[in-house]
């Protein structure tokens, strides 16, 4: 079943757009509050446009043979063991480079929200890991 985030990416697209027209100068008394609204605001607005542009680019050019064997692809064995390995190892990775990244963020003497959001994305990772592992289980 092709799941359609379509809605999701004009959400992400109008929020996005809503993020950098309230960034604007005097709406609010941080520089870095404002910084935080363009950039955040700036990667969902392209973010949904990219995925709105592709759908409606890959809608044009799909044809039924096509789409029969996009679907086979996308439901074969080798390829779903190749991104669940590609997604743990990922996941791996990123909970080296973070604890890396608290450490160096403590050792600098960075300021204390700085590293209290590195841990706290090791926790969440952590959790999420340790609650689909659960998940699973339970479904297979």
Known sequence: MIKDYTP???GATI???VLM???KP???DSSQIDGLCIGVGAALAVLGVGH????Y???AVVTPEIEKISLREENDERNIL???RAGWNASRIMVYLLCFLAL??????LELYITILFVSMIIIESSLVAGSLIYYEKRM
């Not at 709105?52 to 759908?55: E, H, S, V």
């Not at 160096?104 to 003497?109: D, S």
């Open 8 to 10: 999701a990416a004009w």
């Open 15 to 17: 929020f996005g757009i």
């Open 21 to 23: 027209a309230v960034s």
């Open 26 to 28: 005097s709406v609010f």
């Open 52 to 55: 709105l542009a592709g759908k």
């Open 57 to 59: 680019v890959t809608k």
């Open 82 to 84: 190749i991104r669940e």
């Open 104 to 109: 160096a963020a403590a050792l600098m003497n």
